[in-house]
């Protein structure tokens, strides 16, 4: 199952990706709404990590986006350190999840 992660900070997308991707997960991140929607769109995606620092508004559109285009599981994501501890303890057990209910 495909996930995006949607992260205002580049660098913090970046390490979420780099965990993700290293424990076997395919997974993209952008940081700007036009870019998740444009990826949404194709609705290749089972799962959304939306980061902390993303607009209530824009968090609130994103989702309702992501609901009419087969995203199984929105995940709200505020990192903590270490990221890759974080990641694997509280976004990879709900990605699994999503995947195991396809």
């Known amino acids: ?3 995006l992660v949607l992260g205002r900070t580049p660098a913090r997308v970046t390490e979420v990706l780099a965990t993700l991707r ?6 993209e991140g952008v940081s700007t709404d036009e870019e998740a929607l444009k990826l949404l769109e194709t ?3 089972g799962a959304l990590i ?3 620092g993303v607009e209530p508004e824009s968090r609130a559109a994103i989702k309702a986006f992501a609901a009419e285009r087969r995203v199984r599981r929105v995940i709200d994501g505020a990192l903590t350190a270490p990221f890759d501890a974080y990641v694997r ?4 057990p709900l990605i699994q999840e999503a995947a195991d209910e396809a």
């Open 43 to 45: 609705e290749e995606f």
């Open 50 to 52: 939306i980061g902390g």
């Open 89 to 92: 303890r509280e976004f990879e």
């Open 1 to 3: 199952m495909r996930t």
């Open 22 to 27: 290293a424990d076997g997960f395919d997974a």
